[in-house]
Nanobody, 117 residues
Framework: VQLQASGGGSVQPGGSLRLSCAAS????????MGWYRQAPGKQRELVAS???????NYADSVKGRFTIFRDRSENTVDLQMNSLKPDDTAVYYC????????????WGRGTLVTVSS
């Protein structure tokens, strides 16, 4: 399984960015795709995720600002990020959790999001 992520970049506070990720390979039909982020000096944390059943989950810090879009037929997941804050600055990683018992974790190459004036 490979995850190809795109998007990211630099934006001023209050701006918007969209991240996209596409998974390829043999993927167990029951899975979760989402985005994690890691800021300098901090642990990687979940930003948002969407299951193959259509359920979504968001970190409290992004609720109301970020929206995750999942295309189950294409195995893609996008993250629309609005009202960005400097605290959103981090490397963002696309993630796929798959396999029986959700035992297989896959990561895309990180993409940097910088929010600064």
């Amino acid at each position: 399984v490979q995850l190809q992520a795109s998007g990211g970049g630099s934006v001023q506070p209050g701006g918007s960015l969209r991240l996209s990720c596409a998974a390829s390979g043999v993927i167990f039909p029951i899975n979760v795709m989402g985005w994690y982020r890691q800021a300098p000096g901090k642990q990687r944390e979940l930003v948002a995720s969407a299951t193959s059943a259509g359920n979504t989950n968001y970190a409290d810090s992004v609720k109301g600002r970020f929206t995750i879009f999942r295309d189950r037929s294409e195995n893609t997941v996008d993250l629309q990020m609005n009202s960005l804050k400097p605290d959103d600055t981090a490397v963002y990683y696309c993630n796929l959790i798959s396999g029986p018992g959700a035992t297989q974790w896959f990561w895309g190459r990180g993409t940097l999001v910088t929010v600064s004036s």
